[in-house]
Structures are given as C-alpha cells and as structure tokens.
C-alpha cells in the first residue's frame, strides 16, 4: 500500500467518525387520549416538548383536583445511548369506571439531536386495581391501554414503566472536523515530494 493510500483511508476514517445522539429528554412529541365503555378521562390533546409533559385524570369522577378520579403523569428518562424509558405514575382511584379502557397516545416523536424510535414494550409495575401494562407500537405512535371490569386503583401510588429502544443517528465528531485538514494536507506534501522525484 503506498502512502497516498494511507493517508486517504486514514483522512477518510476521521471524517466519518461518529457519535451517537438519539435522546428521548426533551423531544417533541403528540399527546392524545381515548377512552371506551364507563370510563371517562379529562386531559388536553396536543403537542408537547418534554419535560412539560401534560397530566390527566381518569374517572369517573374526572376531577383530580379535588382528590376524586385517578391522576396520571409520566416522565421521560435516557439510560444508555439506544435505550430509555417512559414511566407513568398515577394516584387516587375512580368510581364506576368499568367495565373500560382508557388510552394514552405518544406519537411523533422529534427526539433531541436526532434518531428514531424504533420500539416500546412494558417492562415492571401495575396499578393496584385495573391494569395498565399493554402497549402497542406502530412505528410511529405508541398506544399505552389502560383496562378495568371494576375501578382503577392507585391508592398510595402506582408506577408503571415501558422501554423504548433508540436507533441513534449518526454525526461526524466535531474533532474530526478539524483532522481532516492536516490529514489531507500531508497527502498533498507528499504527492508533490513524489512529483518532485521523478
């Protein structure tokens, strides 16, 4: 192998180095929700950027202000470059809510410094009554379904938490940025020593 071609593979593996950066802190995403049978759910629809993540309030009755309903609220959290998590946590419980189903949409996801979602499953905890451990992923939305022949029940608190796999997208390292000059430039000095020789 002659020393242009060294310089060329090595200039060329600086520049495509890569970081991953797919985060699901601070995304942008679509909140919607859903509900079917005797169950009721007060909460507003809409566009949110974490961690301003919106609550609702699963009923009847649908006033968790006052202590009456079960409220819910989730949260976001990364724990490695391909993995993180989205935890819901409710409190109180309802009265006549079944037999129902009420469900949390998440969809759209634009993840902070790029990448893509690619799947959410259930991973640990339940409410105390009711059942709150089904997802289904679309490739764009996740379905979070909440069910019950009876109440919801959340006494004291209940949390559930769902993995989400991450396919990072990847950037050149700002540092390989700055490599690629000299790197490139050695080719050139040697290019011309060589054409100086001959």
Not at 4 to 15: D, H, N, P, V, Y
């Amino acid at each position: 192998m002659n020393i242009r071609s060294l310089f060329l593979s090595g200039g060329l593996a600086i520049l495509f180095a890569t970081t991953s950066v797919a985060a699901i802190i601070g995304s942008t995403y679509d909140f919607s929700t859903s509900t079917t049978g005797a169950t009721a759910i007060g909460a507003t629809d809409g566009t949110y950027t974490d961690p301003a993540n919106p609550g609702f309030c699963v009923g009847p009755p649908v006033d968790c202000a006052v202590g009456s309903g079960m409220s819910g609220s989730f949260s976001f959290a990364d724990i490695t470059p391909t993995t993180s998590t989205i935890t819901f946590i409710f409190f109180g419980s309802t009265a006549g809510a079944g037999p129902g189903t009420f469900a949390i949409t998440l969809g759209n996801f634009a993840l902070l410094g790029g990448g893509a979602i690619t799947n959410v499953t259930y991973n640990s905890g339940n409410l105390l009554e009711g059942d709150f451990s089904s997802v289904a992923w679309n490739g764009t939305d996740a379905l979070f379904t909440g069910s019950t022949a009876g109440d919801y029940d959340a006494v004291g608190g209940a949390t559930v938490v769902f993995d989400v796999t991450l396919a990072s997208t990847a950037i050149p390292e700002p540092s390989s940025i700055w490599l690629v000059g000299p790197v490139l430039g050695g080719l050139l000095v040697s290019l011309r020593k060589r054409r100086k020789a001959s």
